[in-house]
């Protein structure tokens, strides 16, 4: 799985994170790669001290550079400081590998780190049930990498599957679309690496962040204001259709939640309990993982 988004504060790294979580949860052994190469913070949402901004060596970024000879990997359940969830339900296997400290993009995307990510992944792919590769946001050198690197004959029969992040606002629907329909866009860069258009775009799902509940916003709002929101959420669903990102097209939508508004985090079982988190939220996540490992999901359209 490749999460991606054309813009940052889409929600993109905590969801799939907590799409991680959930996986591990149900019983499958999860890798969770942390590609966001200018910004690695997959290990602040797992709340790993020394790991918030990435490792000093052995970081995904000079792996594939070839600085490093060995990946670092991180055991999310040992490691992390939230008490919650090291003594939480018994978890599968959660591994994060973790960015470089003062991360920055590629300035190149030669053969050489493509033929090393090509490699990494198959490599996982046999350790690992489900591998999450945590892209940086628009049409970065990791969308490239990844999408070059997965074109390739040992990586072309294997299931690939694509996220596109983005949250329930005009602006941010047209941004998605174009990173994956624009003239520069996720499914023309992967023809030009050998990538089938039609068979990557069945690979592709789009996941609504942040997205207000229309009967529960109502509450305390004036009529007007009410029948405004409600027309304006139309409009977003007209906008969505239109630009081929609609509910045929949704793995799956997360609802608004004040807990992450706060603090970015893996949303536990213990939190809805504990009256801290929304119990939506936490379904929210537990679908999203059971659909993007049900082959039904992914059936042509």
């Known amino acids: 799985m490749f999460s991606t988004s054309d813009k940052g504060g889409t929600g993109r790294s905590v969801t799939s994170c907590n799409v991680a979580y959930r996986l591990s949860l149900s019983g499958l052994t999860v890798a969770y790669v942390d590609f966001d190469f200018g910004s690695p913070t997959a290990g602040?949402?797992?709340?790993?001290?020394?790991?918030?901004?990435g490792v000093v060596e052995g970081g995904v970024h000079s792996y594939l550079l070839g600085e490093a000879?060995?990946?670092?990997r991180v055991d999310v359940v040992a490691k992390t400081d939230r008490a919650a969830l090291r003594r939480g339900p018994?978890?599968?296997?959660l591994t994060l590998f973790p960015g470089d400290q003062g991360g920055a993009e590629f300035l190149s995307r030669d053969t050489q780190i493509v033929d090393r990510c090509m490699q990494l992944l198959l490599e996982l792919e046999q350790?690992?049930?489900?591998?999450?590769v945590d892209l940086s946001a628009g049409r970065s050198a990791a969308l490239e990498i990844a999408l070059h690197a997965t074109a390739m004959t040992p990586l072309h029969a294997r299931t690939a599957r694509w996220l596109v992040f983005h949250r329930w606002t005009r602006q941010h629907i047209l941004a998605a679309s174009g990173l994956v329909h624009g003239k520069h866009g996720l499914l023309k860069m992967g023809e030009a690496y050998g990538h089938d258009a039609t068979e990557l775009l069945q690979s592709i799902r789009y996941v609504r962040t942040a997205v207000a509940d229309?009967?529960?916003?109502?509450?305390?709002q004036r009529p007007a204001q009410a029948a405004w929101l409600d027309e304006q959420d139309k409009a977003l669903r007209q906008l969505a259709n239109s630009n081929e990102l609609g509910a045929t097209f949704v793995l799956g939508t997360t609802p608004m939640e004040p807990v992450l508004q706060w603090r970015e985090q893996i949303i536990l079982d213990a939190d809805?309990?504990?009256?801290?988190?929304?119990?939506?939220?936490?379904?929210?996540?537990?679908?999203?993982?059971?659909?993007?490992?049900?082959?039904?999901?992914?059936?042509?359209?």
């Open 44 to 53: 602040a949402l797992f709340e790993i001290s020394g790991v918030e901004r």
């Open 69 to 72: 000879g060995t990946l670092a």
């Open 90 to 93: 018994r978890l599968s296997r």
């Open 127 to 132: 350790e690992f049930k489900v591998v999450i």
């Open 214 to 220: 229309p009967t529960s916003r109502r509450n305390g």
């Open 272 to 301: 809805v309990n504990a009256n801290i988190a929304n119990e939506e939220t936490a379904q929210a996540y537990a679908e999203l993982a059971r659909r993007l490992v049900d082959s039904a999901t992914w059936r042509r359209l």
